[in-house]
């Protein structure tokens, strides 16, 4: 049974979300609100929602081990594993602007990350910071766009969104917000029992099956993407979704419940954060491009990173 609650709450996370940001959109095209705004703040919030909802019902339901396993977990899973498969796939070439402004802020709010743990806890004065944090950088991203006059590309169709109903997105927006609930609600119940059944810790199944769980629909998205020969993917986003990871969903998981940090997160898994978040970044600003080798060498990273953690 354990098994159908962890399959079905991550299917239904990755379908109520792609539902919350169909909808939104809709809603927002409907009002002529620009694609620039929407993409900088309704897409992003909707595709880190799995990540912030199964870490505030972590938190709350005293599983500590899991809210902070998710992020840690899918932090890492986003640039080894995520961006490791694609570039394997299809070699990306790297915007400037990601090395220059987008990796300095990653592996800041990183290292903040890792400093706040320090006394094994994060309080809420320190999620209240990492939540200014996020406004701050969404802000800065937003304006930063504006004044280059970036157009921001969503990943639904645009025309046919705008061809739907009102009714019908916000009846998205209702599925999906219920959906992500229960999802969440079904993804942690089912890797608690697993966790407790199987005598392993919290922490790994949050490093492990909830992390990559949480990183779903960034994977999917990108490999199809690399399948279709889509070269506008950008290394930026799975940047900016680490970001978010931190800053987003611990400084609001915080805000609500300050989580207690274990000392293998802080003396293990977060060194490997940070030294996969260095990793990068010289393999994205030799030619600014990560072509497959470069790629083999993130997913290595990645395996080697999950057979130390449950060997």
Known sequence: MEYLLLIGGLVILIIAGEA???????????FNIPTLVIGMTIVSFG??????????KAALNNHPELAIGNVIGSNIANI???LGITTMILPITVKRATAKVDWPIMMVTTILFFVFILNKNIEWYEGLIFTIGIIVFNVYMFWNAKRQNKKEVLDVDVQEVKKSNMFLNILLIALGAVGLAFGASWLLDGAVQIASNFGVSEHIIGVTIVAFGTSVPELITSVVAAFKKHTDISVGNLIGSNIFNILGVLGITSLVKEIPVTEHVISYDMYWLIGISILVFPLMIIGYKINRIRGFILFSAYCAYIYFVVS
């Open 20 to 30: 919350l940001v169909r909808g939104a959109v809709g809603v927002a095209l409907k």
């Open 47 to 56: 595709t880190s929602a799995p990540e912030l909802l199964v870490s505030l």
């Open 80 to 82: 080894a594993l995520v």
